[in-house]
T-cell receptor
């Protein structure tokens, strides 16, 4: 089954404790992206990757890191999480990064930073 | 400034009626337009995409695009209670080669049985 898989689905942690949210897709998609969704602010892009070893900032990259060493994986790293990073996070992928490709979303990761 | 505007709602329609959801965007050069449905606590799910002016129909859903007026709409015919969700409009902005896909904040639709 074609899917985008995120782990963990839920996480409660404390300020400053490094964490990684994994994202994996099995569709051989070139393009992958991370979003956060907050009430009243909608979905905002954090980082995206057009292909292996190619990443770039989205609209809200501060406090996050990403890497793309393999085509299928695109982990989101919070080196020193803070309470303002409490949010619902979605990973998405599409066949390519060209403008007309619809994105497929993972099930989301709800992070709470205390 | 990349902006995608949607009325937050809630938009309430009776079961069986037509629901009309609207979206405006800020850049005349935008080329690709998507509608996603998102149930509470779930991930966005693609409903339709449209690239050319005019109407595109898929089952009970019709997307309408007017690039001159910079708006895109989604019509849901014969609305069902299961259509109750938040509908996200997403638009790509130039320059090409990079994403960027910008989402509106969504319109909450409530279909009343």
């Amino acid at each position: 089954e074609a899917q985008v898989t995120q782990n963990p689905r839920y996480l409660i942690t404390v300020t400053g404790k490094k964490l990684t949210v994994t994202c994996s897709q099995n569709m051989n998609h070139e393009y992958m992206s991370w979003y956060r969704q907050d009430p009243g602010l909608g979905l905002r892009q954090i980082y995206y990757s057009m292909n292996v070893e190619v990443t770039d900032k989205g609209d809200v990259p501060e406090g996050y890191k990403v890497s793309r060493k393999e085509k299928r994986n695109f982990p989101l790293i919070l080196e020193s999480p803070s309470p303002n990073q409490t949010s619902l996070y979605f990973c998405a992928s599409s066949l390519t990064g060209f403008l007309n490709q619809p994105q497929h979303f993972g099930d989301g990761t709800r992070l709470s930073i205390l | 400034q990349k902006e995608v505007e949607q009325n937050s709602g809630p938009l309430s329609v009776p079961e069986g009626a037509i629901a009309s959801l609207n979206c405006t965007y800020s850049d005349r050069g935008s080329q690709s337009f998507f509608w996603y449905r998102q149930y509470s606590g779930k991930s966005p799910e693609l409903i339709m995409f449209i690239y050319s002016n005019g109407d595109k129909e898929d089952g009970r859903f019709t997307a309408q695009l007017n690039k001159a007026s910079q708006y895109v709409s989604l019509l849901i015919r014969d609305s069902q209670p299961s259509d109750s969700a938040t509908y996200l409009c997403a638009v790509t902005f130039p320059p090409s080669g990079n994403t960027p896909l910008v989402f509106g904040k969504g319109t909450r639709l409530s279909v009343i049985a």
